[in-house]
């Protein structure tokens, strides 16, 4: 078995160097990939056949994770999402927020509703939502790829309670991994916005002295107007469509919590971790929590896991957690892949951000596990966890719909400023 993956990564090798040095006719190129992914295939079918119960773990593995976190997390966003750019809210908080996502991010105001969900629902919604308003001609393909780039993120969920409490039983980790995780692809937002400037899709509208909220409620009607659905009808497509991409993930979870199972018996994941320590090592990391980290670049769940249980020192299994949480996995990639499979996006940068999403996380970790750490005890007090529940007003609100509204609310904050401003200025030219 080991053998066989060898000679499948040898071949891999080979044809991307016969790539490099002398680029192969279109259809050569074509019929390159065909015999790599038939090699691959073949090397999992034996893998398979010879280990079915290594099979049968990894595929049980793989469908406890959809069904128990991926499934119920995941669904409602999904639901609402759909249902939000049937009504055209969608297309409302777009032409709002344009004056606010255009100088950030230089993508449309529409990318402000993935921004808002991708940072509360976690992979793959971002990608999701980035292929429909790509489909729906709501952004250009450049604007779509730096959408992807930085709206794909870890569940808060799963950072501040999967793993900083069931995997670390330390809930005082969680705000370090969930500020490293957001504040690193915001990061990337902004310098993206330098990425493809000379976009030949974009269109510059004529200035027009029509109120901006007068235009978002016209451009809603008018798209609601354009399909003139039932409220039943966009239900149930909405249902539909969300439960079939779900349905489509938990096949990618499946397959890789196989895959992942079939390498560590062949000892991929050690050989991989052992070209890993020539990187990481001067580092300071640990030989221990370099297995973790293999296992992390192929399954996110997994890796994280393995990361938790290392026998390393904390900071070092933290600094893992939110590289593997940045890189989010090939089975990630896959998902997100299968998402923008009708579009014309393009997979290459999307990949890149997430290596420089791994380096900047693991640099703010490391800055804001010496930092955070005692202001994360103190806020976990039990003193202050009761003054807490006395003035909320709803205290078993979910921590995603709190996030949610703030990142909303921060928006459209910023949205009222800026036409507030643009409003004074007008004033004082006139007078002058």
């Known amino acids: 078995m080991f053998t066989l993956v060898i000679l499948l990564f040898g071949v891999v090798v080979l044809a991307v160097l016969k790539n490099k040095i002398s680029p192969p006719h279109p259809s050569a190129r074509l019929k390159i990939t065909q015999i790599i992914f038939s090699l691959g295939a073949l090397t999992l079918v034996l893998g398979m056949i010879s280990q079915p119960k290594i099979v049968y773990q990894g595929a049980l593995t793989g469908l406890n994770?959809?069904?128990?976190?991926?499934?119920?997390?995941?669904?409602?966003?999904?639901?609402?999402?759909?249902?939000?750019?049937?009504?055209?809210?969608?297309?409302?908080?777009?032409?709002?927020?344009?004056?606010?996502?255009?100088?950030?991010?230089?993508?449309?105001?529409?990318?402000?509703?993935?921004?808002?969900?991708?940072?509360?629902?976690?992979?793959?919604?971002?990608?999701?939502?980035?292929?429909?308003?790509?489909?729906?001609r709501l952004c250009t393909r450049l604007e779509a790829e730096r959408l992807m780039a930085f709206t794909n993120n870890s569940s808060p969920l799963f950072m501040l309670v999967a793993v900083s409490v069931g995997m670390f039983n330390n809930p005082q980790l969680g705000p370090v991994i969930a500020i490293a995780h957001y504040a690193a692809n915001l990061t990337l937002g902004f310098l993206l916005r330098f990425y493809g400037r000379g976009d030949p899709e974009i269109?510059?509208?004529?200035?027009?002295?029509?109120?901006?909220?007068?235009?978002?409620?016209?451009?809603?009607?008018?798209?609601?107007?354009?399909?003139?659905?039932?409220?039943?009808?966009?239900?149930?497509?909405?249902?539909?469509?969300?439960?079939?991409?779900?349905?489509?993930?938990?096949?990618?979870?499946?397959?890789?919590?196989v895959l992942i199972q079939l390498l560590t018996a062949a000892g991929f994941i050690q050989f991989l971790a052992q070209k890993l320590s020539f990187v990481l090592t001067p580092f300071g990391f640990s030989d221990a929590i370099l297995p973790a980290l293999a296992s992390g670049l192929i399954e996110m769940t997994i890796g994280t896991k393995l990361a938790s249980e290392a026998a390393a020192p904390l900071q070092q299994q933290v600094l893992t957690v939110s590289m593997i949480l940045a890189w989010s996995g090939l089975s990630i990639h896959a998902q997100a892949a299968s998402m923008i499979a009708e579009t014309d996006i393009r997979m290459l940068p999307f990949i890149l951000t997430r290596i420089a999403h791994a380096v900047?996380?693991?640099?703010?970790?490391?800055?804001?596990?010496?930092?955070?750490?005692?202001?994360?005890r103190a806020l976990a007090a039990p003193e202050l966890n009761a003054l807490w529940a006395a003035f909320s007003l709803w205290p078993g609100l979910p921590l995603s719909l709190i996030i949610f509204s703030l990142a909303t609310l921060i928006l459209l904050l910023a949205a009222v400023i800026f036409h507030l401003s643009a409003g004074f200025r007008l004033i004082f030219f006139r007078i002058r």
């Open 360 to 376: 900047l996380a693991a640099i703010y970790t490391y800055v804001l596990f010496n930092l955070l750490s005692p202001v994360a």
């Open 65 to 136: 994770l959809w069904w128990n976190i991926v499934f119920p997390s995941l669904l409602p966003f999904f639901i609402v999402s759909e249902i939000l750019l049937s009504l055209g809210i969608v297309h409302f908080m777009g032409v709002l927020l344009e004056p606010v996502m255009r100088p950030l991010f230089n993508v449309p105001g529409t990318g402000s509703f993935v921004l808002a969900v991708g940072y509360t629902s976690g992979y793959p919604i971002g990608a999701m939502i980035t292929a429909k308003l790509r489909s729906q």
């Open 203 to 257: 269109v510059n509208l004529p200035p027009t002295r029509e109120s901006t909220l007068k235009r978002a409620f016209a451009e809603m009607f008018a798209v609601y107007q354009k399909d003139r659905h039932s409220l039943g009808k966009i239900l149930s497509d909405a249902v539909r469509s969300a439960v079939q991409n779900l349905l489509n993930i938990g096949g990618f979870i499946i397959l890789f919590a």
